[in-house]
């Protein structure tokens, strides 16, 4: 399965065009979060179709700068990762939106134990005989990808115990525009691939085993 994951589009829908093949060419898009940038359904609705003209098997989680707005309209369109498993092909993929309160407040986030109780609720339905993939657009704790320009690391100690129990093959996330790259956390890799405006996705091409993954411009 060839998937490819984009994050941190931000309302600007207009590289999506310029990733046209890619997109039409993959089995399934996971969307990490923060579609809009501050905004509602409208705009949401307004990426979400760019995407789904090139593909229409698309899975995503709101981001932190997502309203809940948002967040419900992709429970509507059953495209929603939040709290929740989807079994792909040969591997499960679970997911979790929003991000840990930060300095400057935003509309969608959530504190570590409520992260704890997200995953909880996302491993209810989750078919746990094949390989996870997890889309969090809060990145864990302790990897260069959770590591702003101070060299603080901000990310989350839930969403990394989740990794640490669980042993994802891989988990795509975002949030942190400076710290795109690959890392691993106990076998996993964790995977921020930059901002959409970058003109930065992942692709990944996967079986029960990781065949490739890359970080990728366009």
Known sequence: MKIVFIVDIHGNSAPIDLLKDPLSEADLVLIGGDITHFGGEDKAREVMDKVRWYNRNVLAVAGNCDTKEVDEYLYRDNINLHARSFRQDSVSIVGAGGSLPAPSPTPNVYSEEEY???????????????????????????????????????????????????????????????????????GSKIVNPGPLGTRSYAYLDVTDTIRTLEIRKF
């Open 116 to 186: 704890r109780a997200v995953f909880e609720r996302a491993l209810e339905d989750c078919d746990m005989t094949v390989p996870m993939i997890v889309v969090s657009h809060q990145p864990p704790i302790g990897t260069i990808n959770d590591t702003i320009s101070s060299g603080a690391h901000v990310g989350s100690t839930a969403v990394r115990t989740f990794i640490e129990q669980y042993h994802p093959l891989v988990c795509f996330t975002g949030h942190i525009h400076e710290a795109p790259g690959i890392d691993k956390i106990a």
